[in-house]
């Protein structure tokens, strides 16, 4: 559940990885940090990590920040 996660200009929400302001729900930013990220930081840095640690074999749903 996001609660109230939603970012807009009422409710800014800046992105965990690049500091620029999300729009909309952004997504989860996990194995990178935690928080919430951007829609090109997800592209670009949360998925290929995730299919790195994929390929490799390790679990990051057990990493905590």
Known sequence: CLGNKFSDKNN???CSIC????????HNPEPVNSGRCCDKCNSDVVQPTRHMYIMNGINFRHIRH
């Open 12 to 14: 800014p929400i800046k």
């Open 19 to 26: 500091g620029n302001i999300i729009e909309g729900y952004g």
